[in-house]
C-alpha cells in the first residue's frame, strides 16, 4: 500500500476570543476524518479528507484535501467504503497516519499566525538534577 499525492483544498483557521483574553488551560482535540473515497483503477482509489485542530473555545484550524491510495484492494475498498463508511483498520490507520503528518505541521503554522498554542505538544528542557529521582535529566549542556 503507498499513499501519494497529498494535497489540501481548503484552509479554515479562525481565533473565536481577542489575543489579551487568555483562558487558564486549553485544550486541543485533534480529529481526522475520511469524508469519501473514489475507486480510479483496480488498484487506485482518490480518498478525500479532513483534519480539525479545536481549541475549543478559544479558536480551530480546519484543513480538507486529497490523496492518492495505492492498493491492489483499491476498488474494494472504496465499493465497501459506499456501501459501510468503513474500511480495514490497518488501511484506516495508514490513512490517518499520512494525513496527520502532512496536516499538522501546516496546523502549527496557522496557529502560530493566529496566536494560538501548536497543535501537538512542545518538548520540556529540563536542566540539572530532579529532587524525585536524584538523577540528570535533559541533555548535556557544555
Known amino acids: 500500500m503507498r499513499i501519494r499525492n497529498i494535497q489540501l483544498k481548503s484552509i479554515e483557521a479562525r481565533r473565536y476570543i481577542n489575543r489579551n483574553e487568555r483562558p487558564k488551560q486549553v ?11 473514489y475507486d480510479i483503477k483496480n488498484d487506485k482509489a482518490t480518498i478525500d479528507f479532513q483534519y480539525t485542530a479545536s481549541y475549543g473555545p478559544i479558536g480551530m484550524v480546519k484543513l480538507e484535501g486529497s490523496l492518492l491510495l495505492e492498493d ?3 476498488r474494494k ?9 468503513k474500511m480495514p ?5 495508514h490513512i ?3 494525513v496527520m503528518h502532512a496536516c499538522v505541521p501546516e496546523a502549527v503554522g496557522l496557529a502560530k499566525d493566529l496566536g494560538l498554542p501548536p497543535p ?11 529532587p ?4 540528570i535529566a535533559g541533555p548535556e549542556v557544555a
Request: glycine content about 4%.
Open 27 to 37: 485544550r486541543i482535540d485533534h480529529n481526522s476524518t475520511v469524508t469519501q473515497i
Open 77 to 85: 475498498i472504496a465499493n465497501d467504503w459506499k456501501n459501510t463508511r
Open 132 to 135: 524525585k529521582k536524584g538523577q
Open 89 to 93: 483498520d490497518q488501511i484506516a490507520s
Open 120 to 130: 501537538i505538544p512542545l518538548p520540556q528542557v529540563r536542566l540539572g538534577t530532579d
Open 72 to 74: 491492489e484492494k483499491a
Open 96 to 98: 490517518h497516519t499520512a
